[in-house]
């Protein structure tokens, strides 16, 4: 496993973190072994969001973290705010009130991070910034950071906020490439020529933030998986090959793709299986080749210019 500075953080976090949005329904059992198959293989961070399972997920953490004593210092984690039933709402009642919900769920005092979860257009950063300012100086929130969030959102939040921004949570997998096709085909009369995020790869790696990429396995937005998806045979055939040159799994190598990217990068797994979560970790010790890479995004059908 590698592991990468966050923010003001001082313990160093997992490159693979173990994402929260699947876990609801699992049982005291289940979650015991899914943390602790989590901690054994190096993962120390874990990403939540207080929408998840509506609220569930972070209480199953919490039952874990209750009946864990000790675990809750050895662990990151970080949650997110800001989705309500049919709108977003980035106001500071809103947020202050909604990370009081997610520590009570937690049973902790406080987040390592926190994250707006997606853009409210009627954000005033005035009001992000006194809810920041309130959370961290009452010791409830450490880190603050933005998801699916565009370079200019993030500049106009920090007209008002002064906390570092400190990552940026997207979505991204070797099938779901918009943020790099526009990169590859600049100027180009093409649809992977349109830059539809501002460059915010090269934005987040200029201002030194995190990239935690979500939804590392699937295709579209929730569509499956491209694992043994026969739409994307050319992509399986190049991640097995791979996956046997290095001596660990397909899915492995597909983590291990988003980590070659050179941001400060960090994988957000949705993983519930013990064995996929380990296979996940191994990601953290494979450095693919450029050749690899590239051979990767090409095979997943893409055309480089
Ligand atoms: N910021 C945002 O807006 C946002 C949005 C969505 C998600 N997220 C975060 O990102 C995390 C990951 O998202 P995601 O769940 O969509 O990611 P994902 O890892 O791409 O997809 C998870 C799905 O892939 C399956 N899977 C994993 N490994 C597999 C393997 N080796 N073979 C076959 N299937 C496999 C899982 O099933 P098994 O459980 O059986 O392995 C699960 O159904 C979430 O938990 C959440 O923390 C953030």
Known sequence: MRYIRFGSSEQPVSVIGAGSMRIAGMDEQAA???MKTAMDSGINFFDHADIYGGGKSEEVLGRFLAANPGIREKIFIQSKCGI?????DFSEEYIVKSVEGILGRLQTD???????HRPDALMEPEEVASAFDKLYKEGKVRNFGVSNMNPMQMELLKTKVTY?????QVQ????????????FNVNMGIDAGINRDGSVLEYCRINDMVVQTWSPLQVGYFTGTFLNNENYSDLNRELAALADKYEV???TIAYAWLLRYPARMQVITGTTSPDHLRSAAAAGDVVLSREEWYALYRAAGNRLP
């Open 84 to 88: 309500r039933q049919g709108f977003f």
């Open 249 to 251: 799994g397909a899915d």
């Open 32 to 34: 015991d072994t899914f």
């Open 110 to 116: 406080h987040l390592d991070s926190l994250l707006l």
């Open 164 to 168: 570092p921004l400190v990552c940026n």
């Open 172 to 183: 991204m997998s070797v099938a779901h490439t918009p943020m790099l096709d526009a990169g």
